[in-house]
């Protein structure tokens, strides 16, 4: 599965279908600790609470730099314009139909009087992003298998 969530070909399909209107695999490379990659991900502003598009009016830009490894990885993502990171671990273990994901991310945005607001917006998001890679995952799988 490793291979699958590493493969370029793969993150460009899933970029060009849930990265939003900038998704871009911005870099992929092996090393002897394992696989980096580099995505741009976006947030369009219509999809942004009023007060958030009053300070960032071009919308939501994520920086996300996974390192994968033989048994999972690290993510660390920036939002590009402010002061929010977003950082975590991957881990993929054995099941009996194939294999879990898990992820734990933690979100963290530096902004007087709207920072929680804005990390249960990112949160938020992110939930609806993972769920939406998880279905084009499935579906790719499906479609490269046949």
């Not at 609470?49 to 920086?63: E, H, K, N, Q, W």
């Not at 730099?65 to 002061?83: I, K, L, Q, R, Y």
């Not at 249960?120 to 579906?139: G, H, P, R, V, W």
Request: include cysteine.
């Amino acid at each position: 599965m490793r291979e699958v969530l590493t493969d370029q070909r793969y993150l460009r399909d899933k970029l060009r279908t849930v990265g939003g209107p900038r998704g871009e695999l911005v870099s992929w490379e092996r090393d002897e600790r394992g696989i980096t990659v580099v995505l741009h991900q976006a947030v369009p502003e219509d999809a942004m609470p009023s007060f958030l598009r009053a300070v960032l009016p071009s919308g939501l830009t994520i920086r996300r730099t996974e390192t994968w490894n033989s048994s999972g990885g690290s993510v660390h993502a920036v939002v590009d314009g402010a002061p929010g990171t977003i950082t975590g671990t991957m881990r993929l273990e054995p099941d009996p139909a194939g294999c879990v994901l898990g992820a734990r991310l933690t979100a963290d945005v530096g902004l007087p009087l709207i920072g929680a607001q804005v990390e249960k917006l990112i949160t938020d998001n992110i939930a609806a992003l993972m769920e939406s890679e998880y279905q084009f995952t499935l579906q790719w799988l499906r479609n490269s298998s046949a």
